[in-house]
Nanobody, 125 residues
Framework: QVQLVESGGGLVQAGDSLRLSCAASGRTFSNSVIAWFRQAPGKEREFVAAIGRTNGNTYYADSVKGRLTISRDNAKDTVSVQMNSLKPEDTGVYYC??????????????????WGKGTLVTVSS
């Protein structure tokens, strides 16, 4: 069983930075792809970024590319997302998810095996 717990959300102004973290428990963490999704009010959950087993293997949604950096620390079973130059459209609940499939980066919510409960990010204009 895997548990994922997100932290780091909050209320910030446009242009600010925020760092989200995902702490995991379970033996599959270091061998799995970890992804971040977000869900804005009234919208579907969308893919944000993902990281493979090493920090050199990452994938980003076009909407965040250049503003967001995902990293992982397998020794601490954590994945972090550094978000810079935040925009109001970045507002939403950010979820950490784990994909055990080992078939590369999958970007659909239904492909994830485990989810955290999310952390709210609100960016004011």
């Amino acid at each position: 069983q895997v548990q994922l717990v997100e932290s780091g959300g909050g209320l910030v102004q446009a242009g600010d930075s925020l760092r989200l973290s995902c702490a995991a428990s379970g033996r599959t963490f270091s061998n799995s792809v970890i992804a971040w999704f977000r869900q804005a009010p009234g919208k579907e959950r969308e893919f944000v970024a993902a990281i493979g087993r090493t920090n050199g293997n990452t994938y980003y949604a076009d909407s965040v590319k250049g503003r967001l950096t995902i990293s992982r620390d397998n020794a601490k079973d954590t994945v972090s997302v550094q978000m810079n130059s935040l925009k109001p459209e970045d507002t939403g609940v950010y979820y950490c998810a784990l994909d055990t499939s080992a078939v590369g980066f999958r970007t659909t919510p239904g492909a994830m095996d485990y989810w955290g409960k999310g952390t709210l990010v609100t960016v004011s204009s």
